[in-house]
């Protein structure tokens, strides 16, 4: 048996509350202690509280137990802030390669629309992943997993969808498997299969590869939690998501889903119909798709981080999302070529300067919110006795720094199962 005593941060953002996704003021409430520490013995969270309180048990669990007292460690974060580690709910992790063409074609003024059209896009990753490796696309995906780890995180969620074959989608989620097993880093598995139409065929045709081919062996194999689908014009139709995401419901895979992104085709409407865990991006949602989620308390997953990168200025309406009670989660959205990002601290600094959210909603959607949309609210995303430690403390006095200075890495050390990496 091993404690770890973490004393003496200046703030500890403890998110403690009710056991179910925050909404409206909820958001704003981060429970905070001050001087305050935390108990955590073989990886889970024994106790929070002021440090003196956290000290005093320390001592007398000490004298009744010298053995126990031997494998004590205290560590002194000398008035630091300390968070639950950031829970990243949307992620494309494994790809080979980068996209630095695309992204220079936009500076000089292409859309994203435009580059995919001409060659680039989603389809230029595809061909790159497929040529690659099993080994190959570990080897890549390890080194932004320390990416991530080093901006704070420790759980993110991650999808397939660059490989477009049976195989290829089966290679690339057998490498989250392994990056999962064999990383720091706790990583939630989901089946992208309908994310581009490959070139070689059609989207109708490529919809029946997803349902009668790639579904029944990524469910067998228990390769994927989630299935999520591109629903968008130029990739696949309102009819066409609706199709994929009923067959992996009946698999009982949970869905989530990439809709009104880049235009407003109805798929907020499709994700409340299917009562799925999240809607992600929704850049183009109007009032009613905000309305029908709110119908089926579908969360909604913001990725400022790709509208920001991709030279836009159609953030999401996070506000009105607020104001109709959503549980808004908020997520970086990882990818090479529409937000080349890990940084949870950058998604905060976005939600506060363009989505006019609080500083504080911003760290509820980056943490307990986002481990709901997961299906794992009991085990992370607070500093709550039974949860699992993972814990990021930032060199910073006050919460509201972490949104506030931007492009500055303030994480000064994270600890996943009480382990510090
Ligand atoms: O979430 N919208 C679709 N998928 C990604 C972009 C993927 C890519 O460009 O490689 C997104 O923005
Ligand atoms: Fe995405």
Known sequence: MSSLALLHASQLVTL?????PRVGKELSELAIIRDAGILIRDGKIERVGPSDEIERILNANCIQDLEAARNVKTVDLGGRVALPGFVDAHTHLVFAGNRLDDFERRARGETYQQIAEAGGGIWSTVEKTRAATEDELFNQAKKRVDWFLKCGTTTIEAKSGYGLTLEDELKILRVIRRLNDETKLEIVPTFLGAHAVPRETSAA????LVINEMLPLVAKQKLAEFCDVFCERGYFDLEQSRKVLTAAKMLRLKLRGHV????????AKLMAELKAATADHLEKTDEQGIAALKSANVQPVLLPGSV????STSYPHARAMIDAGL??????DFNPG????ASMPMALSLACTQLK??????ITAATINAAHSLNRGDKIGSLEPGKTANVAVFDCEDYRELAYWFGISQVQGVYVHGQQI
């Open 260 to 267: 009104d992104q880049l235009s407003n085709s109805g798929g």
């Open 338 to 341: 529409s937000s080349p990002t």
């Open 308 to 311: 920001y990168a991709l030279g």
């Open 327 to 332: 549980a808004v989660v908020l997520a970086t």
């Open 16 to 20: 403690a509350g009710p056991a179910r």
């Open 205 to 208: 045709k490529h919809v029946d």
């Open 357 to 362: 959210m609080s500083p504080a909603e911003a």
